[in-house]
């Protein structure tokens, strides 16, 4: 079993639309999670860190759910700008400061216009 | 916002070559630089982490002999893939934070081809 897993879609929704990704990890003892973007063939960037009380961004909310391992990705009016492949991150290093990212896959959105 | 500048962003070379990458930090300095690699159609997997002036901590499966790192100041490490081979062609991307609480910030990435 892969340490995260998404869904690699591709999700092709229509310009406003909500759209939303989950992700599963494994390791139980991970003490941080990350939502990042990543666009074709560039670098991946933080989109927003996620914590257990679940956090809002703009048009972003991101949610964790220690139980299930299971993290999500809400984005609501989605623009085209949103296009790109988003990556579930997990720090399954065991200390502070300890740093181990485990990356999933990535799940491709494409917004239509 | 912090940046991270990584150099060279193509590297097309023949089998047998010793390939260099460097990770500069350019405005802050961090004490702790990563190294991944992406191979296609797969995800960002870490290879190692380097402390400003200590020895590289590799990850399980990871050649230290063929991936030599160096971190030699704060603002700048290199990733040295020793005698290179086709199958070491893949996406080399390093990353970097200042404090142990802060998110990594990511270099724009190596494509590494090996002919």
């Known amino acids: 079993r892969k340490e995260v897993e998404q869904d690699p879609g591709p999700f092709n929704v229509p310009e406003g639309a909500t759209v939303a990704f989950n992700c599963t990890y494994s390791?139980?003892?991970?003490?941080?999670f990350f939502w990042y973007r990543q666009d074709c063939r560039k670098e991946p960037k933080l989109l927003m860190s996620v914590y257990s009380s679940g956090n809002e961004d703009g048009r972003f909310t991101a949610q964790l759910n220690r139980a299930s391992q299971y993290i999500s990705l809400l984005i609501r009016d989605s623009k085209l700008s949103d296009s790109a492949t988003y990556l579930c991150v997990v720090n399954r290093g065991v200390n502070f400061g300890n740093e181990k990212l485990t990356f999933g896959t990535g799940t491709r959105l494409t917004i239509i216009p | 916002g912090a940046v991270v500048s990584q150099h060279p962003s193509r590297v097309i070379c023949k089998s047998g070559t010793s390939v260099k990458i460097e990770c500069r930090s350019l405005d802050f300095q961090a004490t702790t630089m990563f190294w991944y690699r992406q191979f296609p159609k797969q995800s960002l997997m870490l290879m190692a982490t380097s402390n400003e002036g200590s020895k590289a901590t590799y990850e399980q499966g990871v050649e230290k002999d063929k991936f030599l790192i160096n971190h030699a100041s704060l603002t700048l490490s290199t990733l040295t893939v020793t005698s290179a081979h086709p199958e070491d062609s893949s996406f080399y991307i390093c990353s970097a934070r200042e404090y142990s609480n802060q998110p990594q910030h990511f270099g724009d990435g190596t494509r590494l081809s090996i002919l």
């Open positions: 390791n139980s003892a991970s003490q941080s």
